[in-house]
């Protein structure tokens, strides 16, 4: 059971475009919502997140917007740049038993931004 | 720079052999880090909660017995792959949240590729 969903496993995009990175969660429990970047053979990067309480957060290129009423947050980045290209993970969080959080994660969109 | 450190990032070892990979935060206190799996394709599956001074938490259908898991000290835990097969081979990483900072946020390793032959 995929709690947390990304549809499009691949995004190609041109530099100096915006891309746009889609998720969408079932579990209405989350409470957190966060996107990390990952390149081949290396740990995810911590990119953005966005508390349930909020619609919007922005960090420079980046900013995530989230709907709860459906369910669904995007990631945007403009202007694209080539050094984004990567694969982007969408995780939700939500206290466990005994007061821990997990992640819970997609499985990833991979985004190629072409010069 | 890195604030959680990962060793070995590739291992490659004979079917029957253990295998023991470390994770440490780097400049802060870990009471809590996490092991995940990652296999081709898929995502990172979330394997066991590593707890400083108590047992590790593992998620249903990981073997306790095969994946030993030693929360040593406020920065140290270490994932032993005991008795390794090849379809143990996979990409494990590790992380820690850093609290203080957002709280919420899980600072990961560079992974290790394990290779079993």
């Known amino acids: 059971d995929q709690q947390v969903k990304q549809n499009s496993p691949s995004l190609s995009v041109q530099e100096g475009r915006i891309s746009i990175l889609n998720c969408d969660y079932t579990n209405s429990m989350f409470d957190y919502f966060l996107w990390y970047k990952k390149y081949p053979a290396e740990g995810p990067t911590f990119l953005i997140s966005?508390?349930?309480i909020k619609d919007k957060n922005e960090d420079g290129r980046f900013t995530v917007f989230l709907n709860k009423s459906a369910k669904h947050l995007s990631l945007h980045i403009v202007p694209s740049q080539p050094g984004d290209s990567a694969v982007y993970f969408c995780a939700a969080s939500k206290y466990n038993a005994g007061n821990n959080r997990k992640l819970i994660w997609g499985l990833g969109t991979s985004l190629a931004v072409n010069p | 720079g890195a604030v959680v450190s990962q060793h070995p990032s590739r291992v490659i070892c004979k079917s029957g052999t253990s295998v023991k990979i470390e994770c440490r935060s780097l400049d802060f206190q870990a009471t809590t880090m996490f092991w995940y799996r990652q296999f081709p394709k898929q995502s990172l599956m979330l394997m066991a909660t590593?707890?400083?001074?108590?047992?590790?938490?593992?998620e249903q259908g990981v073997e306790k017995d095969k994946f030993l898991i030693n929360h040593a000290s406020l920065t140290l835990s270490t994932l032993t792959v005991t008795s390794a097969h090849p379809e143990d081979s996979s990409f494990y990483i590790c992380s820690a949240p850093r609290t203080g900072l957002a709280k919420n946020i899980q600072y990961f390793g560079a992974g290790t590729r394990l290779s079993v032959l």
């Open positions: 590593s707890n400083e001074g108590s047992k590790a938490t593992y």
């Open positions: 966005i508390s349930s």
